[in-house]
Nanobody, 121 residues
Framework: QVQLVESGGGLVQPGGSVELSCVVS????????MAWYRQAPGKQRELVAV???????NYADSVKGRFTISRDSAKNTVYLQMNSLKPEDTAVYYC???????????????WGQGTQVTVSS
């Protein structure tokens, strides 16, 4: 069974840093775009950052210059390095990857289970 397994997160002080990781486990053919979303209490889930299979990246305006998304294709893993964290970054962070199960299939979007990041002193 293919699933996304997230790690990282926790309680961080304002101005601090944390790195999230998300690995695709199970048998797949390939991975397309990999992304991170977040959802704060009472708010809709929003896109934080995305990286294409070719390495192109895009960020939400609120995190530009502070967050960096990267991927290790050999490890089927996407990372989110979060620096200069602010209380408003507090949310559950979800990875979202587009995977092909076999060569003739279309991409399917998979979600991780979510990991809590709390920025507070």
């Amino acid at each position: 069974q293919v699933q996304l397994v997230e790690s990282g997160g926790g309680l961080v002080q304002p101005g601090g840093s944390v790195e999230l990781s998300c690995v695709v486990s199970g048998n797949i053919f390939s991975i397309g775009a990999m992304a991170w979303y977040r959802q704060a209490p009472g708010k809709q889930r929003e896109l934080v950052a995305v990286i294409t299979s070719g390495g192109r990246t895009n960020y939400a305006d609120s995190v530009k210059g502070r967050f960096t998304i990267s991927r290790d294709s050999a490890k089927n893993t996407v990372y989110l390095q979060m620096n200069s964290l602010k209380p408003e970054d507090t949310a559950v962070y979800y990875c979202n990857d587009a995977v092909k199960y076999y060569s003739g299939s279309s991409y399917s979007a998979l979600w991780g289970q979510g990991t809590q990041v709390t920025v507070s002193s």
